[in-house]
Every structure is written in structure tokens, then in C-alpha cells.
Nanobody
């Protein structure tokens, strides 16, 4: 059974940095895509960034130039380096691994950015 565990969230002041980690267990094949989503209070979950098995990365406009997604396939891990954080980055961040049309999600990690 695939399980994803996120870590690295916390409380940080605006302008600060955090690095989120997500480690997957129970994997047999490398996922096609690994990504990070976030859900702000009262809002729908939205994509933040993702990375394909070939290393192609994709970012939503609000985080471009501030966030960097990376993966370590040997460790079944995906990371999200978040710099120049803003209060609007506050939310629960979820890791997702995708195989074809099948997604597995982590339990989420809270990121709070104070102004």
C-alpha cells in the first residue's frame, strides 16, 4: 500500500523560507508525476507545482521564482523549497504521487506565514 508522509511545515514570517519534504513508501514503480497542492482556509485545493518522472517542472504563476520543486527518485521523495513566503501562501500543503489516472495523497502539512 502506497503511503505518503509530508514534513517541514510550520510558522514563518513573511519573507522567510520553508522546505517541505514528502517521502513515499510501498512504491513499486516510479510515479509519472509528483506534485504539491495547497488548500487555503475557505478555498479549494489548488496545484502549486509538479514534476514529471523526466524532470520537467511546472509552477503556478503566484509561486514562480519563489518556489522550487525537486525529486530524489532513489529516496522516493519530492521536495518543495519555498522562499520569499507571503501571507497568501498560508494553507495546508499536500503531496501527491500520480500513476496514470491514480493519485495517492499525503495527509498534509500546515504552512502559516505571518505578516
Amino acid at each position: 500500500q502506497v503511503q505518503l508522509v509530508e514534513s517541514g511545515g510550520g510558522l514563518v514570517q513573511a519573507g522567510g523560507s520553508l522546505r517541505l519534504s514528502c517521502v513515499a513508501s510501498g512504491i513499486i514503480f516510479r510515479p509519472n508525476v509528483m506534485g504539491w497542492y495547497r488548500q487555503a482556509p475557505g478555498k479549494q485545493r489548488e496545484l502549486v507545482a509538479d514534476i514529471t518522472s523526466g524532470g520537467h517542472t511546472n509552477y503556478v504563476d503566484p509561486v514562480k521564482g519563489r518556489f522550487t520543486i525537486s525529486a530524489d527518485n532513489a529516496k522516493n521523495a519530492v521536495y518543495l523549497q519555498m522562499n520569499s513566503l507571503k501571507p497568501e501562501d498560508t494553507g495546508i500543503y499536500y503531496c501527491v504521487n500520480t500513476w496514470g489516472t491514480v493519485d495517492y495523497w499525503g495527509q498534509g502539512t500546515q504552512v502559516t506565514v505571518s505578516s
